[in-house]
């Protein structure tokens, strides 16, 4: 079972806003910034927002991050088909000394 | 831009040690950062193993932490995994990883970008 927990599935029609929320505690979300990765099917993790806020280059502004105490969220507006994927949260953890991952959030554009 | 390549068999036997290594390019390990290995079983999610210093400094996932060893070998610019005693639950697609930097000014922190491999699929059986 994750220390992360992120709901195991989301969906949206093309064009909607979505969330997708990644919960956590003290020792991790609550101190540490949070990493939001992208996995579509047979590929490596992409990773979609660092620093909790941050996109990488080439990564479009459709997607955001944002937290508030020990829950972080990723927003997705304007939804494209493409979007389907699974979503990872990920953070570091002070008491464990290591990096904690959410379970996944299965994302489908109906 | 820092490229990583993960080698190693891709099949163990059950009680065997599976071994990994990963080629770093575009940067050197001598300059800084943590180098980790993640993993993702078949169907499931990802699940970090360990993380090294180039000096070796190590952390390690304590539900793994018996069975694994990390090491870097900075004059091949390469780090490594080792888990010993290996069964099926072990079998996924293995990630190394340069782990985002966290830096501080003041009380507001933030952290770098983070880079993976590709990854290797390690299947265990006989």
């Known amino acids: 079972q994750s220390v992360l927990t992120q709901p195991p599935s989301a969906s949206g029609t093309p064009g909607q806003r979505v969330t997708i929320s990644c919960s956590g505690s003290s020792s991790n979300i609550g101190s540490e910034t949070v990493n939001w990765y992208q996995q579509l099917p047979g590929t490596a993790p992409k990773l979609l927002i660092y620093s909790t806020y941050q996109r990488p280059s080439g990564v479009p502004d459709r997607f955001s991050g944002s937290k508030s105490g020990t829950s972080a969220s990723l927003a997705i507006s304007g939804l494209q088909s493409e979007d389907e994927a699974d979503y990872y949260c990920a953070a570091w953890d002070d008491s464990l000394k290591g990096w904690l991952f959410g379970g996944g959030t299965k994302l489908t554009v109906l | 831009q820092v490229q990583l390549q993960e080698s190693g068999p891709g099949l163990a036997k059950p009680a065997e040690t599976l071994s990994l290594t990963c080629t770093v390019s575009?940067?050197?390990?001598?300059?800084?950062?943590?180098w980790g290995w993640i993993r993702q079983p078949p169907g499931k999610g990802l699940e970090w193993i360990a993380s090294i210093f180039h000096s070796g400094s190590t952390y390690y996932n304590p539900s793994l932490k018996s069975r694994v060893t990390i090491s870097v070998n900075t004059s091949k610019n390469q780090f490594s995994l080792k888990l010993s005693s290996v069964t099926a639950a072990d079998t996924a697609v293995y990630y190394c990883t340069r782990e985002g930097v966290k830096y501080c000014t003041g009380s507001i922190c933030s952290r770098d970008e983070d880079y993976w491999g590709q990854g290797t699929l390690v299947t265990v059986s006989s």
């Open positions: 575009g940067y050197s390990i001598n300059r800084g950062y943590y």
